[in-house]
């Protein structure tokens, strides 16, 4: 909706910025969830310590990496060290407490694949696999999951399964032993969904300004669950947009220059 | 004990047919140069391990050297696909190529095995995942003291290592910083080795406790003067992230990707022509 | 996060009687300073977890704070025997101990286990030996691919681990260099830590790659300048080999080390006290 | 022997810096292990690899460290790594071609003891245990043992096996699946003992000038069997003795001097 003064994916990236509380530890996925990141620290959450998979931990770049193991990350690090070590001793220690993952496909239960689309063996469209998606999801305090709402990723039943959100809901996750809380928020360039307390699926719990509860629904692979009391989600303030819009030109010139 | 020599030299001493060869790096320190030249030598029949296959794993598939690739992230970092990987894997062009796909802390507890000389790495991962159904080389185990159930992978041990690093001195030590991935496990956990470095010099001047392979746990060191471009190598240049994006139109057709091979990595004697070679043809554009 | 206080308040704040508490550094960092705190403070009862106990376990067992200590090599290194441990294993004094032995690699394995939250550690060790009739704690399991025998020891997981590092920031982010040991692993296996420094800075200037602990994993940083004497901090001043000779005949009879840890440690308010203490004493002899 | 000009532990030192060959990598114990490893650097052997437990690979000190942590240590090697890694990635890993240990007793299979003596829960003497020995003995390409020849040592039953050489003798370390070769020479004050080939019994095969095979037999606490063929140690040389008493020298002053 160019006519609300924003686009949807600055919504949605604006929307999973506000869910980072100051102080927190956020092992960070690249794309969307590293823009969300990068916009909290640059607005209400200065003090978020961003971890990257490639090693470096407190990394404060002032553009966004096009990788995760950019020069820009380990150059402003407090901390940059192998890859063994960030998963062994930062990640599987339990020691993150907040993991931020973009996904292709994603089932009421937050499960989410980034693998294959179609068989395994003989897959319509090979994507690029686990990654440290699987521990992030095993092993942080809790998951943020952001992708973009329709049929194609929102599906009834994934073709992969490659990292667990709450499985068969209820309390399979924990049955399984993974110490994660699991995903608490699912944003979109719709809305916003949270777990069921007790069932763990996905409910639409808000709406971003001028989106229907209908067009959500209808986006979505599966009878998705509407919560009684619908929230709207607050539009980007004007500080929020300038300061994603910014950090987007300064990526863009960045990238473009380095030839 | 390291033998300085040229690369070409290198590669035909150290990479067989049918070898086991991890090329490691962590978007930083690909060693480009070296996956080239063991295009132009034509090696076959190679499993490749890497933890996150990128650009020069799409050059090898494309041009057939891979029979095999072991691989945790097979993508173009923040740009998309590899489309040689995917043609190779959804086409089975130019050959079909078997997969083993892993988590990237399996793959990393996997390389620290073959490090430590342990017969299998342990994690806490994999639970309820698909991998598991899908590769046979995940199994678990029970904890002695808990009974917790344990993820278990065995060990990398690669017929050869390949990296890249910034500095070695005239004895063969080599010096690397930044981001180090998992390349000094790839490495002690190989039975032969070859570190490609941006420059040798007199002396490392090594900070404490920095990153160095002694040479005596290397086989060869070859001086490759921006040997991890597009790929970056810090203190000596920045990532050439306009590369990474050119690639997708590159690699997207089998025709395309044929001509860039064939003018600039076939066609060159080594990755200083392979250099010229592109300027020029980027400079015509 | 770490909060930067005095040593005194981290001691009487962290460390409870009864808590499993480990005070590691091999031979470089060893936080002496904190040890006297501990027995300042009479802390009661505690198992003391260490690789290397030296002569800081030597005074913390004859000033009776220690119920257990687990350990790998207990000695003065270079002198011979703590005669503190042996007259506490051989009779009791001045209370019974009991003692868990490991090999060094076991310990490494045990501390790495608990930094990665492992339950227990894996290593190719301990087959054979004598330790194993002993130390209930050491088993063994086979791996599920080769079937190779391999030992298992439980993760330590102190309730509190204390070490001496060279500097801190204001932040609490702590920077160590030299002989690095096997800090990083106890304090991030540990439930709390404290961490004395030479000096707090504006700025670590931290070379890359090095050994960084963020203050988000600490508990308390507390500036002790000379805080590892006898032993030594690179780069600020040399281990005092003279004082390590020297302590064989203050440690060899109860009588004699009674009176120096009650002038010199019991007697004295702080780490800068008991130096001056010392100083005063030796000028004297 | 005063009159020969050197001490006995001199010869001891000397005979066992002969057996180090240029270029090994050799993982050094403290004491007699380090001043004969550091003689060999400093003569026949200039281009030994000194690895400390301590972490330090490559280590060039100019005086005997008194504890395998000195700073000397770290600030003259190539590479310091953590405990960890020095046991795993480079021990374990049976990266190591030659280790060097001393001991407090030592059996006919060249197994060695440095825990108790007397009992393990009520023991006679306490000493400091195994260290890192058990690694060396177990994962080094070959080991050398140094102690001084008496009856208090050379024990028909050690009190406590800390680490091990030929265990039952014969084929028994290799049943173990211990990947060395294990012990190929122990030097003594009196001589040199090599493991026959077969029932891998220490075997006396060199005495050091002025030494009677009597002698080291009745210093022996088990009936030892010497080789038909006993050759004489070769006295040390002048360079030899004047190397290491400099050695000393310098390590004395340097440990007097920090106080």
Not at chain 1, 22 to 49: E, M, Q, Y
Not at chain 1, 85 to 108: H, M, N, P, T, V
Not at chain 2, 142 to 147: I, K, M, N, S, V
Not at chain 2, 261 to 266: A, D, F, K, P, S
């Amino acid at each position: 909706m160019p006519d609300a003064g924003y686009t949807s994916d600055e919504m949605m990236t604006i929307a999973a910025a506000r869910m980072i509380r100051d102080g927190v530890t956020l092992f960070v996925g690249i794309g969307l969830p590293s823009a969300a990141a990068n916009l909290a620290r640059l607005t209400h959450a200065p003090n978020t310590v961003l971890i990257y998979e490639s090693g470096t931990i407190g990394a404060k770049p002032s553009v966004l990496p096009l990788s995760i193991g950019d020069g820009e990350l380990s150059e402003t690090a407090d901390a940059v060290v192998s890859i063994p070590e960030i998963f062994s001793y930062w990640l599987q220690a339990g020691r993150i407490g907040l993991g931020f993952l973009g996904a292709a496909q994603i089932d009421k239960y937050a499960n989410i694949n980034s693998t294959v689309i179609g068989g395994y063996n003989k897959p319509k469209v090979r994507l690029p696999g686990a990654g440290g998606a699987q521990e992030i999801a095993a092993f942080c305090g809790e998951v943020l999951i952001t992708l973009r709402h329709n049929n194609r990723a929102f599906v009834n039943k994934l073709d992969f399964l490659t990292s667990g959100g709450y499985f068969e809901g209820g309390d399979s996750r924990q049955k399984l032993g993974l110490p994660g809380k699991g995903p608490t928020n699912v944003i979109t360039d719709l809305g916003i969904l949270t777990p069921d307390p007790v069932t763990k699926e996905l409910t639409l719990t808000s709406l971003h300004p001028g989106i229907t509860a209908e067009q959500a629904v209808a986006a979505t692979g599966w009878p998705l669950k509407v919560a009684a009391k619908l929230d709207t989600t607050a539009p980007p303030s004007p500080d929020e947009l300038r300061t994603l819009r910014d950090l987007n030109e300064r990526t863009a010139r960045a990238h473009a220059g380095q030839a | 004990m390291a033998q300085i020599i040229s690369l070409s030299e290198a590669i035909r001493e150290t990479v067989r047919d049918g070898d086991t060869v991890a090329l490691e790096g962590f978007t930083h320190l690909i060693p480009f140069a070296a996956g080239h030249e063991i295009i132009r030598q034509a090696k076959r029949d190679l499993t490749v391990i890497r933890m996150t296959p990128d650009l020069v794993y799409d050059q090898l598939i494309g041009a057939g050297c891979v029979r095999k690739i072991v691989f945790s992230w097979g993508g173009n970092p923040g740009v998309g696909s590899l489309h040689r990987l995917r043609d190779a894997v959804e086409n089975g062009w130019p050959r079909t190529i078997e997969i083993e796909e892993h988590a990237h802390a399996g793959m990393a507890a996997a390389y620290s095995a073959g490090a430590a000389n342990l017969p299998f790495g342990m994690l806490r991962g994999y639970i309820g995942t698909d991998l598991v159904k899908y590769n046979q080389r995940i199994k678990f185990i029970d904890c002695p003291f808990t009974g917790q159930k344990l993820a278990a992978i065995p060990a990398h041990r690669p017929d050869v290592t390949i990296i890249h690093a910034q500095k070695a001195d005239r004895q063969g030590n080599v010096l690397m910083w930044g981001v180090v991935g998992v390349q000094k496990e790839a490495v002690l956990a190989a039975r032969r080795s070859i570190v490609t470095v941006e420059e040798i010099v007199d002396d490392l001047q090594a900070p404490p406790n920095s990153v160095v392979l002694p040479a005596w746990v290397l086989s060869a060191v070859c001086e490759v003067k921006g040997g991890a471009f597009p790929s970056y190598a810090q203190g000596y240049y920045q990532r050439d992230n306009a590369f990474y994006k050119a690639w997708d139109a590159i690699a997207r057709e089998r025709d395309a990707f044929k001509t860039w091979i064939g003018r600039h990595v076939l066609g060159t004697k080594n990755f200083a022509e392979f250099k010229q070679s592109l300027e020029a043809a980027t400079s015509h554009a």
